[in-house]
Nanobody
Framework: QVQLVESGGGLVQAGGSLRLSCAASGRTFSTYAKGWFRQAPGKEREFVAAISWSGGTTGYADSVKGRFTISRDNAKNTVYLQMNSLKPEDTAVYYC??????????????????WGQGTQVTVSS
């Protein structure tokens, strides 16, 4: 069993930065790949970024490449999402998710077994 708790969301002006954190509990945290997804009002949940259990492999949505960075610290059971150059269209609830192992479909939310409650990110123009 893996439990995930996100933090770090808030209100920021366009061009600003935020760092989201996802703290995990569960003995197998270090063997799970992690992902960040987001959902804006009236829209489907969409992939943002993912990272393998070792941190050696990452993947990003085209809309955030070059602006967002995903990382993890297995000693702290935490995964991070550093978000720079934020835009109003980044406004959404951001969710952390975990899945056992890494494969080419890391962008598909249906492959993740565990989800956090989400944290709101609002970017004002």
């Amino acid at each position: 069993q893996v439990q995930l708790v996100e933090s770090g969301g808030g209100l920021v002006q366009a061009g600003g930065s935020l760092r989201l954190s996802c703290a995990a509990s569960g003995r197998t945290f270090s063997t799970y790949a992690k992902g960040w997804f987001r959902q804006a009002p009236g829209k489907e949940r969409e992939f943002v970024a993912a990272i393998s259990w070792s941190g050696g492999t990452t993947g990003y949505a085209d809309s955030v490449k070059g602006r967002f960075t995903i990382s993890r610290d297995n000693a702290k059971n935490t995964v991070y999402l550093q978000m720079n150059s934020l835009k109003p269209e980044d406004t959404a609830v951001y969710y952390c998710a975990a899945r056992p192992g890494w494969s080419s479909n890391y962008y598909y939310p249906g492959t993740y077994d565990y989800w956090g409650q989400g944290t709101q990110v609002t970017v004002s123009s």
